[in-house]
């Protein structure tokens, strides 16, 4: 158990992200109501795990998941998906982008969350131990591309 981790939890039901910031209380658990404020939010204050929606309204989780790994900040977080879209493709897709795991919620089973954000953060290096020379910007701000959109001016059906 990490009780110094933070994680943070985008996802667009309110039930469903005040259900596993209750299951994942030993931690810092932060929420976002969507990928655009959850990518925002991320760059801020890096956390140690993000479990992310595949299905959102505005910055669904594959844009959302995208925007993440192209942030060096970012890049090397585990990210967990969450599902009601258990094809193939989706998973696929999600994988191809770089999602770390991912959990089907039909079916959905808490303690198995709980224990894959728990083998993450039992690998996870300690945030002192990180060079951040590499990282040439001098606040999360400047990694943002200035050319990002805000949720309020996403094309959903074109976002690549």
Same mark, same amino acid.
């Given at each position: ?8 939890? !985008? ?18 658990? $932060?929420? *976002?109501?969507? @990928?655009?404020? @959850?990518?925002?939010?991320? /760059? *801020?204050?890096?956390? &140690?795990?993000? /479990? ?5 309204? @505005?910055? &669904? @989780? +594959?844009? #959302?998941? #995208? ?12 990210? !967990? ?7 193939? *493709?989706?998973?696929? $897709?999600?994988?191809? +982008?770089?999602?770390? &795991? ?39 701000? $400047? +990694?943002?591309?200035? &050319?990002?959109? #805000? *949720? ?7 976002? $690549?």
């Amino acid at each position: 158990m990490s009780p110094d981790a933070r994680i943070l939890v !985008i996802d667009d039901d309110p039930l469903f992200r005040s259900l596993l910031a209750a299951s994942l209380d030993r931690h810092t658990v $932060e929420t *976002a109501a969507d @990928g655009s404020e @959850g990518y925002y939010m991320a /760059i *801020a204050a890096v956390p &140690d795990v993000m /479990i992310l929606d595949l299905q959102m309204s @505005g910055w &669904d @989780g +594959l844009k #959302t998941l #995208t925007m993440l790994r192209g942030n060096p900040l970012t890049a090397s977080v585990p990210v !967990i998906m969450l599902t009601s879209d258990g094809t193939r *493709a989706q998973i696929v $897709e999600a994988v191809r +982008l770089g999602a770390s &795991d991912y959990v089907l919620k039909p079916g959905f089973s808490i303690d198995e969350l709980v224990a894959k954000v728990e083998k993450y953060l039992a690998a996870r290096v300690p945030a002192a131990a990180v060079n951040t020379a590499t990282v040439s910007a001098d606040s999360p701000a $400047e +990694l943002v591309s200035s &050319d990002v959109p #805000t *949720a309020d001016f996403v094309d959903d059906d074109n976002w $690549e």
